[in-house]
């Protein structure tokens, strides 16, 4: 019973260290995909600019260009 004991303890030991892990690079890379007030009020401004028919869909934009 002592063993299955100290084996579990190994087990969850191991488990943890990998959520460690798993932590530390989630916190590395949060910044990645937060949005800043910048980057929320550029999508506020680009939308607007789409209802108001100010863009260009990317299909045109290709035709225009050639490609």
Partial sequence: ????????AKEIMKKLSRLQEDTVYI????????LSEEDLL???EA??????????SHEKLKKELGL
Avoid: P
């Fill in 42 to 44: 550029s999508l506020v």
């Fill in 47 to 56: 939308e607007k600019e789409f209802k108001e028919g100010k863009t260009t």
């Fill in 27 to 34: 916190r590395e890379h949060i910044e990645d995909v937060t």
């Fill in 1 to 8: 019973m002592e063993k299955e004991i100290k084996v579990n």
